[in-house]
């Protein structure tokens, strides 16, 4: 007998949403439900749209690695600074993996949108600069399947769960 997968709950324009320029944060908790949160530098969707991986710097993220580790659930919320659209993913078992081939390629990409689009906003070059700066050499991935994702733009519909569909 042959079951039929359900639609991913991305599609194609989340997916392209979530590769930036977005501003992307990663949350987690431990044991005693304490938050751990972290920026991430860059996101990649799987191409059936079933999984993502988002790059953390092993230094400034110990604290969120170290939940993830455990076992503790991820959320992301992924931000387009011009705007604040804001969309937040939520997933269980999250594994944390060393880069792979193209991912360098990946963080660096992010890094150059997400530069303009601050700059934009009157951010300075040094500043984008600085918040990019030796990722590529510590970071590592989190993969994880979105099991739920909600809107989180400012406004009356925030906080409001999404479908596939949505």
């Known amino acids: 007998m ?4 359900p639609p991913p709950l991305l599609d194609e324009t989340l997916a392209a949403f979530l590769g930036g320029p977005v501003a992307i944060n990663v949350a987690s908790r431990d044991a005693a439900l304490e938050p751990s949160v972290a920026r991430a530098y860059g996101c990649r969707v799987s191409d059936d749209r079933r999984e993502l991986v988002v790059f953390l710097s092993v230094q400034r993220s110990a604290t969120v690695l170290r939940d993830l580790g455990a076992g503790a659930p991820v959320a992301v919320i992924f931000s387009l600074p011009r705007n604040h659209e804001s969309r937040q993913l939520k ?3 999250a594994r944390i993996l060393p880069l792979g081939p193209g991912d360098r390629e990946v963080m660096r990409t992010y890094g150059a949108a997400f530069g303009a689009e601050i700059r ?5 070059g040094d500043f984008t600069g600085v918040l990019m700066a030796g990722i590529e050499d510590e970071a590592v991935g989190v993969a994880f399947a979105p099991t739920e994702i909600f809107e989180q733009t400012p406004g009356p519909n925030a906080g409001k769960r999404l479908s596939a569909s949505s």
Do not use: H, Q
């Open 120 to 124: 934009a906003l009157g951010y300075t």
């Open 2 to 5: 042959t079951s039929i997968s």
């Open 91 to 93: 997933g269980l078992n």
